[in-house]
């Protein structure tokens, strides 16, 4: 919760919420998508995976600087800020990595995934005002994006990396942000009812 919604009232809170229902909408739907194209696309470090591989951390990247834009000075968006450009060098480095081995990949890839899933954590933490929901699915989200990544960096190290685990990393992520947003919606209905 900022305290710019707190001192400006339900109008912001209202455009703050749909704004976010929106943004988290989209993202977990892209998500989902990535998930499905890349689940068929992974077995070789080829061209079209390596593609996917660094789209998939940009369009983090610019759903964070989507937020970013809607938020007032503070913590949260400076946190914002952070996650937009670790993203941006998360996909600069997926990049250069799908050059080497499965194993490169996926321990670049397990690094991002801690520290995009701590800032994650952050900023639902910021949000969990009654105006913005709880944020379960954001804060359970970037809980296992962390715990996922260090997973990762250890199968990195061992004898079989395997990318498979992305696309599930991905469709988790995706389904967390759409029920971010259902809660949303959920929330805007029942401040409707009450007002009306």
Known sequence: MTAHTLTTGAPTANGERSSLLRLYLSRGVLAVVWAAVFAGAHDRLDGPAITLLVVYPLIDAVSSLIDHRALPDGSERRVTAFNAALSTLAALAVGIAGFGSFATVLSVFGAWAVLSGAAQVLVGLRRRGPELGKQW??????????????????????????????????????????AQAALLAWKARQLRTRTA
Do not use: C, E, H, K
Request: proline residues 5%.
């Open 137 to 178: 699915p954001m804060l359970i989200a970037g809980g296992l994006s962390f715990v996922v990544g260090v997973f990762y960096n250890i199968q990195a190290a061992g004898d079989a990396p395997s990318l498979d685990v992305l696309s599930v990393y991905a469709t988790g992520g995706g389904v967390f942000f759409v």
